[in-house]
């Protein structure tokens, strides 16, 4: 009886599922180990907040925007059930024009595809003004930079890059990201009626 209940229980949940949220982006997005990552955690927010959703990491670990429309092309055949797209194109093409311009095709290649999208920028390749602006330009929601009211300090932060700034950030930092991308996707889904 108690195998049976779990069967029951197990469909339940399969077909509760609403839809996937694709997280395209970088090692800010997948974090050194995949199962610390912010989209973890943001699973766990939106089943606790009752969202039928999933969160796909799509984060590969050094990767730049040149070679991130390729990944969403395959990523959205591969998902076709994916209504929202974070797109976290990170700093690790740090020159503006090369990190800019694949972006901004990545961007327009989701607004013709009529996918809210959700924009997560890095300091270190533009300001929140020049992001938004971005952000404006093609119909999508800014989130502001990535690391965006996180602690720089060693609760939050590994101090793993050179530079300075704070590198990636640590698993409580991951959750606090977590939370503060929940109240942009309830946004989403309620300003373009996702269900």
Known sequence: MK?????FAC????????????????????CKNSGQAYTTRLNELLAQDKIYATVINAGVDGDRPAFMMTRLEQGLKANP????VIFEPGPNERNP????GPSEEVLAYLQKQNMPT???????????????????????YYYGHWNKNIPTDNDHRLFDMPG??????????YQKWAQYMLPMIQQVIKEKNIK
């Open 3 to 7: 195998f049976l209940l779990a069967i």
């Open 11 to 30: 469909l339940a949940s399969v077909n509760s599922f609403g839809f996937e949220i694709f997280a395209l982006g970088t090692s800010n997005t997948n």
């Open 81 to 84: 059930n994916t209504k929202i």
């Open 97 to 100: 024009r090369f990190n800019l």
């Open 118 to 140: 959700i924009y997560v920028s890095h300091v270190w390749i533009q300001s929140n003004e020049e992001a938004q602006a971005l952000a404006s330009k093609y119909g999508v």
């Open 164 to 173: 300075g700034g704070g590198g990636h950030m640590t698993v409580l930092g």
